[in-house]
């Protein structure tokens, strides 16, 4: 039986609540596995079964866990933040948190571009390079990103594009300095699913975006489809009006 301190002033569904929590932070209750059913935690804590629930909505309600019907309550995948306030390296941004970042190529070619690429990108000719990328992030697989440039940026096929994208157009002088970003919903394809480890037509995010130069000239655009279940965007808000 776990030790609940039935002489602080402390109530006892948040003592509960505490310990869950820490078991689900040392390991002990793994993310996306299922914790022990009511019954079993009663008697793991020799409480009531109204004061375990109330633990467990305590926990619920912060998303450490999650209630599945007719399957019971589980741990919650760890989210992995990304603060759109920030800057535009997804390696660094990542690995200044303390994520290890690791990318796949998923291929990487000219071709004949889509009328949205000739508007987007002003470009003179009808074809693009484009480069396609599968995201880790503590080797969870986060997101699958197509990017498209003008063909003067073909010389991007001589490098290794499994590094920073940021910092292969920087060492050719190419700066990012703003950019426009949508987000929407979309679902997953069944290659999708299959590289995110999702579930085939699941709810997935689409991001696009288009990047600038200092000149405000279109450097490429990016279609990025991500993984929710690991992904949560933050923004910074602030009243103009004060």
């Not at 914790?35 to 109204?50: A, D, H």
């Not at 590094?163 to 060492?171: A, M």
């Not at 000149?215 to 990016?222: L, Q, R």
Request: one cysteine or more; a neutral charge.
């Amino acid at each position: 039986m776990s030790k609940i301190d039935r002489q602080t002033a402390i109530p006892m569904y948040q003592q509960i609540a505490a310990d869950i929590k820490n078991k689900i932070q040392t390991g002990e209750y793994k993310e996306n596995t299922k914790i022990p059913t009511e019954f079993e935690l009663e008697k793991i804590y020799g409480v009531s079964r109204i004061t375990i629930r109330k633990a467990l909505e305590l926990l619920v309600d912060d998303e450490i866990l999650v209630r599945k019907q007719r399957m019971g309550t589980f741990v919650m995948p760890h989210k992995i933040s990304w603060n759109l306030n920030n800057n535009f390296s997804f390696s660094k941004v990542n690995e200044q948190a303390g994520h290890t970042v690791r990318t796949e190529l998923l291929g990487a070619e000219l071709k004949k571009a889509r009328q949205s690429d000739i508007v987007k990108l002003n470009l003179n000719d009808d074809m693009i390079l484009c480069v396609k990328r599968l995201r880790f992030v503590d080797e969870k697989p986060i997101e699958i990103e197509e990017l498209h440039f003008s063909r003067k940026f073909a010389f991007l096929l001589m490098e290794d594009l499994t590094r920073s994208l940021h910092d292969l157009l920087t060492k050719h002088g190419v700066w990012m300095s703003s950019g426009i970003k949508s987000i929407s919903l979309c679902y997953a394809t069944k290659e999708e699913a299959i590289a995110l480890n999702t579930k085939e037509a699941g709810g997935l995010l689409l991001i696009k975006n288009i990047f600038f130069d200092n000149d405000k000239k279109a450097i490429f655009t990016a279609k990025e489809v991500i993984n929710a279940e690991h992904f949560e965007y933050n923004i910074n808000l602030f009243n103009n009006n004060e």
